[in-house]
């Protein structure tokens, strides 16, 4: 099931995003809106009720197409992005989330820098959209080399969930598309082995929201490190399993000096390095525990605890962090109407 909003032909990009209603994207289609590009760009949201969705046809108006995608069910993420990608009709896809803002010249770098027809990944350089200890800890776990790099460079991997794929190396995956959605950074380790060649546009940017509430933190950390696990070792047979949860105290020893390694490469100012390097430490080590639980158990609730706190990330910040992104969004909204003449509705 779907629909389809004709507004034109020929997308260059289709930008997919999984929603239960209009109100958790708002912002992010606010964002993309607003950028110079929009008339080339799909819009596929994924959802469960096309019915519920709440779809505002004034605001996604000045989009080339928008396809609306109906499954059984938005959890786990992973199976509406494959719904979201077999439906897109550009040769390229790259994926918005409810949490993360594209900066103004994203979807134009992004299409041009594929004009390289040798690279079938091209990822966006990752800023902090509520900077704050927390908020920055968890930024550099997640994307590492990709957080505001000081120089340009080649990444081993881009940015999940923040990279442009060439849509035709996705659906080579056929029957396994589902199962390659479900950890972008398993899909990247697997392009290279094929020996694509995958990397970092530093022109394309992107401002990522990240838990600042300290109740929500840990487990946000110990259940996605849980859902990578179990879908790491999922064909592994159990020996090696239990090998992995045995070594899993080990990865905050391994992974600490590859993000400091990252922090030295961005533009972070060292003198907060006091402040982050204990949050990063616990939250390394309660990725770990979920780590272990992941190759030993399976990922229990875990897939769906994570999406859930993926597509609803603004319910896990300090007031502070909720005023400042409202106040930052509805700046976007009026210039996106001095540009468009579109109104995005307040509220």
Same mark, same amino acid.
């Given at each position: 099931? /779907?629909?389809?909003?004709?507004r034109d032909s020929g997308p260059a990009m289709s930008v997919i995003i999984a929603t239960d209603h209009y109100e958790t994207i708002r912002q992010t289609i606010g964002h993309l809106v607003a950028q110079s590009g929009r008339e080339r760009l799909e819009l596929v949201i994924v959802t469960s009720s096309e019915k519920d969705l709440g779809l505002n046809q004034q605001e996604i108006a000045g989009f080339c197409r928008v396809e609306v995608v109906e499954v059984a069910s938005i959890f786990p993420l992973s !199976?509406?992005?494959? %719904?979201?990608?077999?439906?897109?009709?550009?040769?390229? =896809? =790259?994926?918005a989330e409810s949490h993360a803002f594209p900066a103004a010249g994203w979807a134009e770098t992004l299409i041009e820098a594929h004009r390289d027809q040798s690279c079938v990944a091209v990822g966006a350089v990752i800023g902090n959209a509520n900077p704050g200890i927390l908020s920055w800890a968890n930024l550099f776990v997640d994307y590492g080399r990709?957080?505001?790099?000081?120089? %340009?460079?080649?990444?081993? &991997?881009?940015?999940? @969930? @923040?990279?442009? &794929?060439? #849509?035709?190396?996705?659906?080579? &995956? *056929?029957? +396994?598309?589902?199962?390659?959605? *479900?950890?972008?950074?398993?899909? @990247?380790? *697997?392009?290279? $082995?094929?020996? @694509?060649?995958?990397? !970092?546009?530093? %022109?394309?940017?992107?401002f990522h929201v990240n838990i600042s509430s300290l109740t929500a933190w840990l487990p946000e950390r110990y259940h996605s490190g849980r859902r990578f696990a179990?879908?790491?070792?999922? +064909?592994?047979? !159990?020996?090696?399993?239990?090998?992995?949860? /045995?070594?899993?105290?080990?990865?905050?020893?391994?992974r600490l000096?590859? =993000?400091?390694? *990252?922090?030295?490469?961005?533009?972070?100012? #060292?003198? +907060?390095?006091?402040?982050?390097?204990?949050?990063?430490?616990? /939250?390394?080590?309660?990725?770990?525990?979920?780590? %272990? $639980? /992941?190759? !030993?158990?399976?990922?229990?609730?875990s897939t769906e605890q994570a999406g859930r706190m993926e597509l609803f990330k603004m319910k896990y910040l300090t007031g502070r962090d909720r005023r400042k992104l409202q106040?930052? &969004?509805?700046?976007?909204?009026? +210039?996106t109407e001095s540009l468009s003449g579109v109104g995005v509705r307040r509220g």
């Open positions: 099931m /779907g629909k389809t909003i004709l !199976l509406s992005t494959a %719904a979201g990608i077999r439906r897109a009709s550009a040769p390229l =896809v =790259v994926f990709c957080v505001e790099p000081s120089a %340009a460079k080649n990444v081993t &991997y881009p940015p999940g @969930h @923040h990279t442009a &794929y060439k #849509r035709d190396a996705l659906l080579e &995956y *056929d029957s +396994q598309l589902e199962a390659v959605m *479900d950890s972008e950074i398993l899909l @990247h380790w *697997d392009m290279r $082995a094929k020996g @694509h060649r995958l990397r !970092l546009e530093p %022109a394309a940017r992107i179990s879908t790491r070792g999922r +064909q592994w047979p !159990l020996l090696k399993r239990l090998l992995y949860a /045995g070594g899993s105290p080990l990865i905050p020893v391994v000096p590859r =993000v400091c390694g *990252d922090l030295l490469a961005s533009t972070f100012p #060292r003198a +907060q390095w006091p402040l982050i390097l204990p949050a990063i430490v616990v /939250g390394l080590l309660a990725s770990a525990l979920g780590e %272990a $639980a /992941g190759y !030993l158990f399976g990922a229990g609730d106040a930052w &969004y509805l700046n976007v909204a009026r +210039q």
